[in-house]
């Protein structure tokens, strides 16, 4: 079984920046891929960037693009997120898959989460 435990969100203004932290443990699966997703109460969840195993291949929303920056060491997922703006807040997950898998940014491509870490961005 796999577990992952997110960290570092928080509150921030508008225009500054955040790191956030997903440490998985357990039975980790070496050519998982990881991503990161975001979720507003009562809307669908996001997916905002994914990683491929070898760490080479990353993928991101176009609500991102260009500001947050995915990454991993090992067993640790990494997010930086810079230039941060009020729509940015959220609860972020990160998630991977037990097994082989598609690797993009649909919920269905994954069957692990993390518990989540909420990012509130101010104006």
């Known amino acids: 079984q796999v577990q992952l435990i997110e960290s570092g969100g928080g509150s921030v203004q508008a225009g500054g920046s955040l790191r956030l932290s997903c440490e998985a443990s357990?039975?980790?699966?070496?050519?998982?891929?990881m991503a990161w997703f975001r979720q507003i109460p009562g809307k669908e969840r996001e997916g905002i960037a994914r990683?491929?195993?070898?760490?080479?291949d990353s993928a991101y929303g176009d609500s991102v693009k260009g500001r947050f920056t995915i990454s991993r060491a090992r067993s640790t997922l990494y997010l930086q997120m810079n230039n941060l703006k009020p729509e940015d807040t959220a609860m972020y997950y990160c998630?991977?898959?037990?097994?082989?898998?598609?690797?993009?940014?649909?919920?269905?491509?994954?069957?692990?989460w993390g518990q989540g870490t909420q990012v509130t961005v101010s104006s």
């Open positions: 357990g039975r980790t699966y070496d050519g998982a891929c």
């Open positions: 998630a991977t898959t037990e097994g082989m898998g598609f690797c993009g940014l649909e919920q269905s491509h994954y069957n692990v």
């Open positions: 990683i491929a195993p070898g760490g080479g």
